[in-house]
Structure formats: structure tokens, C-alpha cells
């Protein structure tokens, strides 16, 4: 392990220490308990507070400002997993062992590479589109190049096409101990094979495929934005390596490599947020994957859901320099306004995520004067923030609020922050999909109609002007 690797490793220890103490008094989360349906459960305004289904994924505990994956804290798989454990975890529940793990990367390299849905995308004017809508707009093209779904539609069984794809991943699988092994294949017979498998566009080798196929077509919405032609992914490079190599044209510093590995599996799986729930929502309907990662890409585009860390950006220049903070912040505070990259409808505590977030832009602008300069400004401002909104209204800092200098510091223009938050999130998409499709139930919640009844009609020539009703 290097230096910088084990320096890395042990700020993560340390913010996880410091998230243990603070936490300390509140009051232990109450313990989740399986669901015996129907179930009552007090529901605010967009289904606030409404239990959709049960869930093995991920916890998020907002007074204790805790993070779970599969019983995994959130600390640990920073401080010692990678993000293509951490994805594989996620979809299937456990982590994997050596040879699952090189299989599963085997697969997503191979995935990785879509020239072809590449070369359909370069035809759009993705120059003149909002990163997340060419985005949204590649997916369907892998979808259409492919699946054979809209010919083919699903097998009967969603169960049986979820284990067969199981059966069809190309590497030992030992789930809870059973060995039983599966097939080898040659490349050539592998691509025949997974195209075979992706025709229904369900299942794990398409989450796989998604998982894989959207960092590339990142890659392509950032080079073709530049005058670039896109970069093919490079065997030598980790998943995290390869992000930043296609969307940037260079190769990262292994420090870089780590930091965004870290700031991957940060952003993977975050409860039932608003793109996770639109991906669901699509996916119970049975439309498939590709569709489903579409809606939680087009959800996650909304600035309230993604894009705050570009705002972050924006904010902290405006501010100039640590001197401007707390005029610039009492300003905003008489307006009531908000600032971006504080706050969270579950943390009431500071989001873990930003806990980590934070140390590592500090580490990462280290010998770089404009993102040191960011940091400074963005560590004053969290003071000011937390000694007051924090007291008052328990406003702390969440996952957006230091991202933005991270990736800034790699070179990484702003209006790709939230492609990179989607690229995390496809894991935590396609997982809880996957997950809900074994006992799906189609979404339906209500609405609460406070309208008039029995109105009569009256035909448009005696229809005086509208009047409210
Ligand atoms: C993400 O759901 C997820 O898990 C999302 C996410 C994920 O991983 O998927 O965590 C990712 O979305 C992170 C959030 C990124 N967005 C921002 O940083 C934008 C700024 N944040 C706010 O818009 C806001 O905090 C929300 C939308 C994130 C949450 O808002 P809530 O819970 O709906 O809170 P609210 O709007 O009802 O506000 C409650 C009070 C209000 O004051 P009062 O009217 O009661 O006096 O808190 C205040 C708000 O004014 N408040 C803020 C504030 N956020 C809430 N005041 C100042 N700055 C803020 N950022």
C-alpha cells in the first residue's frame, strides 16, 4: 500500500471516529423490523415518510448520521473496498471473493467497451445538451443496440430470467458457501453470450452492462463537449482510473484513482431517494433497465436531487475568499435563502458522506492553489453554517458540499459532477430494482382529492368567461 494510500485510509479512520464520538448521545435508531403489510406508517407530502417495501440494500440513519451497505458502514468500505466491490456487494448481497471479483471486472471491462453506441451518441448534438440529458439519451441507445426487448419483450417469469442471468455471469459463484461453477467463455462466444443475455434487458448481466456502459458514455459527453474525439477505457486502469481518464483525456495520479474510487462508493446507494424511487417506479411496471436507469438519470437531473456540488462551486467563487464568508453568509441568513450543499430531508446530523468528502478535498488540493483556496473558503463556511443553521435548524453539510472541489481539483469541469453522481448511483439503481422485481408489485400510491362533485355541465356557447372554481 503507499503512502499516500495508507495516509488516505487513515483520515477515513479518523473522520469515522470523530462521526462516533459526536454521535454518541443520540438516541439509538430504532431497530428495522420486517414489514407485516399492510402497515401504518405517518406520511407527509411526497410521500414523506412513506415505507415502500423492504430492503436488504442500505440503511440511512439521518440523527446518527449513519450509512449502511448490506451491514457494511459506510467508513469501513471507504477505508478499505474498492468501488467494483462495493458495486458487486450492493447487487448481489455479498461481498466477493478473489475470483468473483476478477470475473466481475472481467465483465464490466468487456461492457465497458460500446463503440458502436459511442459512435450513434456522437451523432446527437450533445454539444449544445445538458451533460445528464445526453446521458439519459445514451442509455437508450445502448438499450436499442443491445436488447432485443422491444422485439422479445420479457420471459413470462422475471424470476427466471433474474436466476438464469445469475447462472449466465462467466466466473465461479460460491453465494453463502455453495460452489457450483459456472461457464468460461471465449471472448468471442462471451460477446455472443451476452448479447444473448441482454436481450430481455433485465437482470444482472444489463445492470452490469449499465454499470460499465455509463462511465464510457460520460467519457463521450465530456471529450465531444471539448473537440475531442472519446477514449476507449484502458485494461490497466480501475473502473474509478477509467472515469477519469475518459472524461479528462489523462491518466490520474494513483492518489486521484483512490480519491474518486472513494467518492464512488460514496454516491452508490442512498436509500429510497427521489432517482432511486423513479427508477423503481418505472421498473415495476416491467419496462426494463435500461429505461429504469433512464428515470432515475432524468430524476436525478432535477437541481434539487443533483447538481448542488456545481452550485457549491459556483458559490464559493462568488464568496472570493475566506474574508467574504460571513458577510456573504449573513446575507443569504436575512434573506432566509439556501445554500447549496447544506441540508438533507433525512441527516439532521452532518451526512457521512461529507465527513469523508471533506478530509479528502483538504488532502487532494493540497500543491493545487485554486482548490486550496476553494477549500478554505468551503471550511469557513461550513463553520459558519454549523455554529448556527446547525444549531437552530440542524442544517449540516451533505454529500455535495465538499464533492465539487474533489472533483475540481482533478480537472473536472462542474456540469459533469452530477454524471459522475450518476455513474455511483447505477449500482444503487439496478440493485434495488433488482431487488424489488423478485416480489415486484406495481407503484400506486394515492392522491387525496379535495375537488367539487356533482357539477353541471354546460355546453361551451353558454359558457360565460372561466371563472376559478
Ligand atoms: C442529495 O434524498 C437523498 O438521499 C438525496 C441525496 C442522495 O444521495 O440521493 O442525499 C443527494 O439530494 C443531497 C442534497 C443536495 N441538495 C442541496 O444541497 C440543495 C440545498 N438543500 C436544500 O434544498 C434542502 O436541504 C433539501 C432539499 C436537500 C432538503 O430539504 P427539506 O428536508 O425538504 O427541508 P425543507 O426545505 O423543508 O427546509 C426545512 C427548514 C427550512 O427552514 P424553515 O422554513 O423551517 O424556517 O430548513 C431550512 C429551510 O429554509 N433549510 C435550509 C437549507 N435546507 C433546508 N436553510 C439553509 N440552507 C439550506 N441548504
Redesign the pocket.
Known amino acids: 500500500m503507499s503512502k499516500e494510500t495508507k495516509e488516505i485510509t487513515e483520515l477515513i479512520l479518523k473522520a469515522k471516529a470523530k462521526a462516533l464520538k459526536e454521535t454518541s448521545s443520540e438516541a439509538e435508531p430504532e431497530l428495522t423490523r420486517p414489514i407485516k403489510w399492510p402497515t401504518d406508517c405517518i406520511v407527509g407530502p411526497g410521500l414523506e415518510g412513506a415505507i415502500a417495501c423492504e430492503t436488504k440494500i442500505g440503511y440511512?440513519n439521518g440523527s446518527k448520521g449513519w450509512l449502511i451497505y448490506r451491514g457494511y458502514n459506510i467508513f469501513d468500505l471507504c477505508a478499505y473496498s474498492t468501488f467494483e466491490e462495493v458495486s458487486y456487494l450492493l447487487l448481489h448481497g455479498y461481498l466477493p471473493n478473489e475470483k468473483q471479483l476478477e470475473g466481475f471486472k472481467k465483465k464490466m471491462l468487456l461492457f465497458s467497451h460500446i463503440p458502436n453506441t459511442k459512435r450513434l451518441l456522437m451523432g446527437f448534438p450533445i454539444e449544445n445538451m445538458k451533460p445528464m440529458a445526453a446521458l439519459r439519451m445514451g442509455t437508450n441507445l445502448m438499450r436499442q443496440e443491445f436488447t432485443d426487448v422491444d422485439k422479445y419483450g420479457y420471459l413470462s417469469n422475471i424470476a427466471n430470467i433474474i436466476s438464469a442471468d445469475e447462472d449466465s455471469i462467466p466466473m465461479e459463484t460460491e453465494p453463502m458457501g455453495e460452489e457450483h461453477a459456472i461457464y468460461e467463455f471465449k471472448r468471442k462466444q462471451l460477446e455472443n453470450k451476452i448479447k444473448d443475455d441482454l436481450k430481455h434487458a433485465i437482470g444482472f448481466d444489463s445492470c452490469y452492462h449499465l454499470l460499465a456502459g455509463v462511465p464510457s458514455l460520460t467519457g463521450v459527453v465530456a471529450r465531444i463537449r471539448d473537440g475531442h474525439l472519446p477514449l476507449e477505457p484502458k485494461s490497466e486502469l480501475s473502473y474509478a482510473g477509467n472515469l477519469i481518464y475518459m472524461i479528462t483525456g489523462r491518466e490520474p495520479t494513483s492518489v486521484e484513482e483512490r480519491v474518486m474510487d472513494i467518492a464512488l462508493i460514496l454516491?452508490a446507494d442512498?436509500?429510497?431517494?427521489?432517482?432511486?424511487f423513479a427508477s423503481m417506479v418505472v421498473a415495476s411496471t416491467l419496462a426494463d433497465l435500461y429505461l429504469s436507469v433512464g428515470a432515475g438519470i432524468a430524476a436525478?437531473n432535477g437541481?434539487?436531487?443533483?447538481g448542488?456540488n456545481e452550485?457549491?462551486i459556483e458559490v464559493l467563487k462568488d464568496i472570493g475568499s475566506v474574508n467574504n464568508v460571513k458577510p456573504w453568509f449573513d446575507k443569504?441568513?436575512a434573506k432566509?435563502?439556501?445554500?447549496?450543499?447544506?441540508?438533507?430531508?433525512?441527516?439532521k446530523a452532518y451526512?457521512p458522506?461529507a465527513r469523508v468528502l471533506g478530509p479528502l478535498a483538504k488532502y487532494l488540493s493540497k500543491g493545487n492553489p485554486e482548490a486550496k483556496k476553494l477549500f478554505a473558503t468551503a471550511n469557513a463556511l461550513e463553520k459558519e453554517?454549523v455554529s448556527t443553521?446547525g444549531k437552530e435548524?440542524r442544517?449540516f453539510p451533505?454529500?455535495?458540499?465538499y464533492s465539487g472541489i474533489v472533483y475540481s481539483s482533478m480537472g473536472i469541469a462542474p456540469d459533469l459532477f452530477t454524471p459522475i453522481?450518476a455513474v455511483s448511483?447505477v449500482a444503487g439503481w439496478t440493485a434495488r430494482v433488482q431487488e424489488y422485481l423478485r416480489n415486484n408489485r406495481i407503484f400506486r400510491p394515492r392522491a387525496m382529492y379535495v375537488g367539487p362533485f356533482d357539477k353541471e355541465y354546460v355546453p361551451v356557447k353558454q359558457r360565460r368567461a372561466a371563472k376559478k372554481s
Do not use: C, E
Not at 451533505?398 to 458540499?401: K, L
Open positions: 440511512v454516491h442512498h436509500g429510497m431517494n427521489a432517482s432511486t436525478l437541481p434539487l436531487h443533483g448542488a452550485k457549491v443569504v441568513r432566509k435563502g439556501k445554500i447549496m450543499g447544506f441540508g438533507h430531508r433525512v441527516y451526512d458522506r453554517v443553521l435548524k442544517i451533505n454529500v455535495d458540499f453522481f448511483r
